[in-house]
């Protein structure tokens, strides 16, 4: 047993002493997180200390000079340090990103690539009870809201195995309405892949501009979810002066296309603010293809997994387009 955990210290100046030690480490450490509540976490379990008291003893190192370079930007030698973006990668003049696209349903497909081998996920389920491609393996089409958040919550515990240790997740998913009335999707998806281990990082809320038809009976829905997920607290952050109310103009569908796109603008933030540059980012619900296409213009490696032969067929043409080859 740790002799911390033995020999809990009960005197509040030695109390403060741990508290001091344990944030003096965490601003020393680059890949440490340093918000307040990620310090009280770690602080030994004797120790009842929230982020407030954290916060307090923080203010005093401050005001006392006890730690100068206290500065989150500066490292133990004092030199700026670039924090998150130790990951990114200075990306050659002849990249040239490889695209990978997979026909068949996320999860099998999924439990055949190799772990570890991917820096970012951005995707957007099918969501429940708003669309069918009459395919018995579909995701979306489920008897009960549980069956369909628990089936997702399969496929992300392979999108996490998948992950590198500072992978991100990016879930945009919204909710269904049956009887006009809501059935929480978002939030039933993120308590159960909070329960599955993931950490919610943050919650984001996507207005989509002129997204819905004007309703007389309840207020006009131009809302979606956001969610930001990962498996560390030390995972790779690109840091943004964004709010988590984002606003995205409405897609226009094209002829043929998927009847709700992802806006390249949203994956490309996305994988901009979770990925390092020459990274791979993957897409297990990928759709017409705008992620793999957000993914080449940011200078990244793509791989999507479409169960739909249609999508995944107009997927590539929407890559040819851009003058780019798809290898299957």
């Not at 995205?248 to 998927?258: D, K, M, T």
Request: hydrophobic residues 40%; positive net charge.
């Amino acid at each position: 047993m740790d002799c911390l955990e033995a020999c809990p210290v009960t005197d509040k100046a030695q109390q403060d002493a741990v508290i001091d030690a344990t944030i003096k480490a965490a601003y020393l450490d680059p890949r440490s997180p340093t918000s307040l509540r990620a310090i009280a976490e770690m602080l030994p379990g004797w120790l009842k200390a929230d982020h407030k008291r954290v916060g307090r003893r923080l203010e005093q190192l401050t005001a006392t000079g006890a730690l100068p370079q206290l500065d989150k930007t500066l490292g133990k030698d004092g030199r700026r340090r670039r924090f998150q973006r130790m990951y990114a990668l200075t990306v050659p003049e002849d990249f040239t990103p490889q695209v990978k696209l997979i026909a068949g349903d996320a999860l099998t497909q999924l439990r055949r690539l190799a772990a570890n081998s991917v820096d970012c996920c951005i995707t957007s389920p099918p969501y429940y009870l708003q669309g069918d491609v009459h395919d018995k393996r579909q995701i979306g089409q489920e008897t009960t809201p549980d069956e369909y958040v628990c089936r997702l919550v399969q496929v992300f515990a392979e999108v996490g195995r998948l992950l590198k240790r500072h992978g991100t997740c990016w879930l945009n998913i919204a909710d269904t309405q049956r009887d006009s009335d809501s059935l929480l999707i978002p939030h039933r998806l993120a308590i159960a892949l909070h329960e599955s281990g993931w950490l919610i990082r943050s919650e984001i809320v996507i207005e989509r501009v002129n997204s819905a038809p004007y309703c007389q009976t309840l207020f006009r829905r131009t809302h979606e979810m956001l969610l930001l997920l990962a498996q560390s607290r030390g995972h790779y952050f690109c840091p943004s002066e964004r709010t988590t109310v984002w606003q995205i103009a409405h897609v226009l569908r094209n002829v043929g296309s998927h009847p709700r796109p992802m806006p390249v603008s949203l994956a490309k933030e996305c994988i901009e603010a979770g990925s390092p540059t020459g990274g791979t980012v993957l897409d297990p619900f990928l759709g017409s293809g705008t992620t793999a296409i957000a993914a080449i213009e940011a200078h990244r490696h793509a791989i999507g997994v479409e169960l739909s032969d249609y999508y995944l067929s107009f997927a590539r043409k929407q890559l040819r387009l851009g003058c780019l080859a798809a290898a299957s």
